[in-house]
């Protein structure tokens, strides 16, 4: 970024970094340039300076990275979720209702799925199940019978006898049927255990919605009965004579839905499987719509794979509009809506922050004032290049430095010139392709070549975390996340930057960020001080990041802590985890810490036998490597 004479405010940063579009009404920047963190969307009287709670931190003896949680904006989103379904069915004349089954996969952490039954409580909020784990997490943890307990995924034996054994105990606990032969074995199970239970049926649909994960619905989708089976499915319950056993039609379209008119298309198919199942004399009340709802993580409200082209309300009254026309014309009962949103609830709960490192840049050291004597033809051409560089001859000049460029290289890597001459062949680029990029911003029509000089010259920040642990979706989908410092946001940003982290790893970096007109592979950041933190926050992280990430050079989880904000903008630690330990991650890759520290412990005595080491230095060695192994996996200052 070019320096600017006119005063930078906080209101520029917001429109640089695009808070006002992402932030769900949850974050804005305060006028002294601190990020803000509201407990609900819009209560700015009662804001947090995300910096504050960053000190607090460091304070508490937590070192960065951290992720930082806070247990209002989860309140808040379950509460609008269901208000919002609620108001919608009002204002429609919805006779049925609403309830939310938050699934499990999408956070598992114990911390999470404790606050989404307790906010939920009081709107009978329930939980999904796609596994015997999840199954038993949910079972040691739900309370409210009146609250759904969904089922998914494969189920063995096992995984059937628990989900009977809490319809047993009271709790509302669908088995859905995933795969033609799971039916006669809950019905075999059911007769044994001596329970009935509650069925529902997973349905393939035709609508397949678009984005990263549309093979997960549509007629291609690995999970759920075609409509040959779902007959199948009818007529061995009816000879059963537990056709009254089907309570639920269920469906999934995919995660992260963009376009609302494929999740309306979708719900209107599901209604037509919905009204066949009644009329053959199932007595089902639940539509269970799946997962979708998506996060718009770019703020562009538009139908891309980072955003969504609706709102919350949109949406609600979208599926209520579609459920409505498609049952009341056959005169079908409005049947309990269910939605399995997971990544909308917890997206914005989220925010991981992580500290600069160091900084490189790409800065050619000065030129000489005339080029030695000996300098290939390649090098006198590119010196006469930059000489003759003004604003008329740009594109001449970048496509003549950068032929030169590889004839320099192509000499060198024949053995004909000295690596001192390719050292000045790269200073007299760098230098050439820095001025280009200066006299470029005065076009008034730069073409893309000029465009991409900044992304380019852009600076290598290098952080305190991991992408492959922490926001394993940027790399592994390339999943847009909003990425900005937490203060300074008074000031000027006037560095591009790309974020690398410490990992080993190549692909261990942030180069695509958030812009107005789609995308840029850069990221406007600020100088930094000496002896000073800079701190960078990357948000709505809450959603699949922190299961799915990876031990990418054996970084493990980091430290996470819970805030609760208070009233008038005070707030409260509420939890603190500490991340994984060298120790801990050495375990989880099978290896015996006691064991290893024993083995190190005999090397250290050997090499005083030896000679090379004093007894006190190997005392210090030994202590050197015991305080390594209890140690935090990141960079400790």
């Not at 609403?98 to 909020?125: C, D, M, W």
């Not at 050291?365 to 033809?377: H, K, M, N, V, Y």
């Not at 200066?438 to 305190?464: Q, S």
């Not at 995308?519 to 001080?529: G, S, V």
Request: charged share 25%.
């Amino acid at each position: 970024m070019g320096f600017s004479m006119e005063r930078w405010t906080s209101s520029k940063s917001a429109d640089l970094y695009g808070v006002n579009e992402w932030s769900g009404g949850y974050f804005h920047i305060a006028e002294n340039g601190d990020m803000m963190v509201l407990p609900e969307a819009g209560a700015y009287d009662r804001g947090v300076s995300i910096a504050s709670v960053a000190e607090g931190i460091r304070e508490r003896g937590f070192t960065m990275p951290v992720l930082l949680r806070v247990e209002n904006i989860l309140d808040a989103q379950i509460t609008c979720l269901n208000e919002t379904f609620r108001a919608a069915m009002d204002e429609l004349g919805y006779h049925g209702s609403f309830l939310g089954a938050y699934p499990i996969k999408v956070n598992q952490q114990q911390q999470v799925v404790e606050k989404i039954t307790e906010y939920g409580s009081r709107y009978h909020h329930g939980l999904e199940a796609g596994s015997k784990a999840e199954l038993i997490a949910a079972m040691g943890t739900m309370r409210d019978k009146k609250a759904v307990l969904i089922c998914n995924g494969y189920k063995d034996e096992e995984f059937i006898d628990l989900g009977l054994y809490a319809t047993k105990m009271g709790f509302t606990c669908i088995l859905v049927v995933e795969m033609p032969d799971e039916l006669p074995l809950i019905l075999e199970r059911s007769k044994q255990l001596s329970a009935k239970p509650i069925l529902g049926i997973r349905i393939k649909l035709s609508t397949q919605a678009g984005g990263h994960w549309a093979e997960s619905g549509g007629e291609r989708s690995i999970f759920g009965l075609n409509t040959s089976q779902i007959i199948k499915a009818v007529d061995l319950l009816s000879e059963a004579n537990m056709l009254d056993c089907l309570k639920l039609v269920h469906y999934h379209l995919g995660s992260q839905i963009s376009n609302i008119r494929e999740i309306r298309t979708a719900v209107n198919e599901a209604c037509r499987v919905y009204a066949g199942l009644v009329r053959e004399g199932a007595q089902v009340e639940y539509l269970d719509l799946g997962g979708g709802l998506a996060v718009d993580y770019d703020g562009s409200q538009s139908n891309f794979l980072s955003s969504r082209n609706y709102t919350i309300k949109e949406y609600c009254t979208d599926i209520i509009e579609a459920v409505m026309t498609s049952l009341d014309e056959e005169g079908i009962p409005h049947p309990i809506i269910i939605t399995e949103s997971g990544r909308a609830l917890v997206a914005y709960y989220s925010v991981l922050l992580f500290n600069v490192l160091d900084v490189t840049r790409f800065r050619p050291d000065p030129l000489p004032a005339t080029l030695p004597e000996d300098s290939p033809s390649s090098l006198e051409y590119m010196f006469q290049a930059l000489n003759s560089l003004n604003i008329r001859n740009i594109q001449e000049v970048l496509n003549d430095v950068i032929f030169y460029r590889d004839e320099t290289r192509r000499l060198f890597h024949n053995g004909e010139i000295t690596l001192r001459q390719r050292s000045l062949g790269e200073q007299l680029f760098w230098t050439t392709i820095t001025e280009v990029n200066r006299l470029a911003k005065d076009l008034k029509n730069p073409g893309p070549e000029l465009t991409d000089l900044d992304r380019v010259l852009a600076d290598i920040y290098h952080c305190n975390f991991s992408v492959f642990q922490s926001l394993p979706d940027s790399w592994a989908i390339e999943q847009i996340f909003p990425v900005m410092p937490i203060h300074r946001l008074a000031e000027e940003p006037t560095r591009n930057a790309i974020i690398a982290d410490i990992t080993c790893d190549c692909d261990g970096k942030i180069d695509q960020f958030i812009d107005k007109r789609g995308m840029r592979r850069y990221l406007a950041l600020h100088e930094l001080r000496p002896y000073e933190e800079y701190t960078l926050g990357v948000f709505l992280v809450g959603a699949y990041q922190e299961t799915l990430g990876d031990l990418h050079n054996l970084l493990g989880d980091t430290n996470v802590v819970t805030i609760r904000i208070l009233e008038g903008g005070e707030f409260e630690f509420v939890s603190e985890q500490e991340g994984d330990t060298v120790a801990e991650v050495l375990a989880y890759v099978q290896y015996d810490p006691k064991r290893l520290f024993v083995s190190f412990r005999k090397a250290a005595e050997q090499a005083v036998r030896k000679g090379l080491i004093t007894a006190q230095e190997r005392r210090e060695i030994v202590a050197a490597y015991e305080a390594g192994l209890r140690g935090y996996t990141y960079f400790e200052q």
